[in-house]
């Protein structure tokens, strides 16, 4: 819009403007958003005619909501770049240690065993365990061991108890032995589990524990324990039918202390392990391996000391130790079950009937097998036949006249003698049984 002078050679007078103070605002789009341009001249007549106006659009106004949210959105971009950054540098740096420590042995629950070229397919039990147990023989990875649950075919029942069966299962060819606890004994296959996770447990004189898992057969769970098979069955079925020479019953007996030591003990470190007293130590919990040495098993009423609080975790179960084979103090109710040692000391007594029940199946006019006491009590004798022979009769099983003129057994039978004396502080420890079997393993009479 332009206005120029008048034809009188003036321009419009001030008090003629209307308004007086925006006498040429003109109103516009918010749209198209543009600017009016106004000029005057005064010069001469029509004088406007001469007038070059330049129109410039004015650029849209950007909101000032819309400018705080673009730059908090930088913000966030940066941050969250910067997040990324710092966890792809982390990871980089942490990546090869976690690969080789692992081993990267934690199967995914959908190709863990489906794909043939996985480095696990091909690998047996022991390599499984060496591979992901890291040195701390703390038992395999949780998920591992319910995939080696779920593959096992039961073959056969090698075993009944108060608890449940023992079935004979194969894995990848491989025979192990399952366990399988009723409903009501949970407690009981819960604890044997727990310990036998224990970290540093794993010894060649322990039984090999492999996994535990419960499975639904449609009508009941069943609670599954897997360990170690050995064919030659446990130490009563083997003594029941075969006898021994010299040197497998020190090799025997020798095997045992060592396993006994070994739970007896406490490693002191950060991955070490608590003392274990077992509570149940029988010939039918101790099996014998392919190489005639044993091992140690059912630790199912095991004990472990705390020694931090020098107190003991006993199970919370209802079952007790096997009544022919309990030391004097446990029949008697006289031992202090808060401290540790007593436990100990039971498991000798026990140790000391396990030697005799050898002894008797070894020489070259050995004795029929028979249990400890099986002249004293009935097949089946109550807490009361025990106490009566064992706490006020103080007897203890009969020792051949045959074993004198031994050497081999002779130094046996003074080595049970000491394990079973009534008092239980006088009885020798598991560690002193092992080193005197030990020497009497290499003395020039035996060629072990």
């Known amino acids: 819009m332009m206005y120029g002078g008048s034809t009188r050679g003036s321009c419009i007078e001030l008090k003629a403007l209307i308004p007086i103070e925006h006498p040429f605002g003109c109103s516009t789009t918010k749209t198209r958003n543009e600017s009016v341009v106004i000029q005057c001249c005064e010069s001469y007549n029509m004088c406007n005619r001469d007038l070059i106006l330049e129109t410039h659009t004015k650029p ?42 692992e081993n990267r042995s934690l199967f995914a629950p959908d190709d863990s065993f489906c794909d043939t070229r996985h480095p696990m397919m091909t690998a047996t039990i022991r390599d499984m365990i060496e591979l992901t147990t890291s040195g701390s023989g703390s038992g395999l990875p949780l998920l591992v061991q319910r995939s080696i649950a779920r593959q096992i075919q039961l073959v056969d029942i090698i075993g009944k108890g108060r608890f449940g069966e023992v079935w004979r299962g194969r894995w990848r ?136 609080g020098d107190s003991v975790d006993v199970p919370s179960t209802n079952r007790v130790g096997t009544k022919r084979y309990m030391a004097p103090e446990v029949l008697d109710e006289s031992m202090d079950g808060r401290q540790f040692d007593p436990y100990k000391r039971s498991d000798v007594y026990s140790l000391g009937l396990v030697l005799w029940e050898m002894a008797r199946r070894c020489g070259a006019l050995p004795d029929e097998y028979q249990p400890p006491y099986y002249d004293l009590v009935p097949p089946d004798p109550a807490l009361e036949d025990m106490r009566r022979v064992v706490c006020i009769e103080k007897r203890r099983p009969v020792l051949p006249n045959r074993w004198h003129s031994d050497p081999v057994l002779s130094a046996i039978s003074k080595v049970m003698k000491e394990c079973w004396y009534q008092n239980p502080a006088a009885r020798l420890t598991a560690l002193r049984i092992k080193k005197t079997l030990a020497n009497i393993a290499t003395t020039d009479h035996m060629k072990l």
């Not at 930088?74 to 080789?100: D, E, F, H, Y």
């Open 60 to 101: 849209p106004e950007a909101s000032s909501m819309t400018t705080a949210w673009q730059v908090v959105l930088w913000i966030m971009v940066l941050v969250v770049l910067g997040v990324c950054g710092a966890i792809s540098l982390w990871w980089a740096k942490r990546a090869p240690k976690t690969i080789k420590r």
């Open 173 to 308: 060819g491989e025979n192990v032995a399952v366990k399988i606890f009723s409903s009501r004994e949970e407690c009981s296959w819960f604890r044997e589990a727990e310990i036998y996770q224990t970290v540093m447990l794993r010894h060649e004189n322990i039984l090999g524990f492999i996994a535990a898992d419960n499975k639904d057969n449609g009508t009941w769970t069943q609670l599954w324990l897997i360990t170690d098979y050995h064919e030659n069955g446990s130490l009563f079925d083997f003594l029941s039918v075969r006898t021994i020479d010299a040197a497998t019953l020190v090799k025997m007996a020798l095997s045992i202390a060592t396993g006994l030591a070994h739970l007896h003990m406490d490693i002191v470190g950060t991955k070490g392990k608590p003392a274990i007293a077992h509570r149940d130590l029988k010939s039918k919990n101790i099996l014998v391996k392919a190489n005639l040495s044993c091992v140690i098993g059912d630790l199912g009423l095991a004990v472990r000391h705390n020694v931090a």
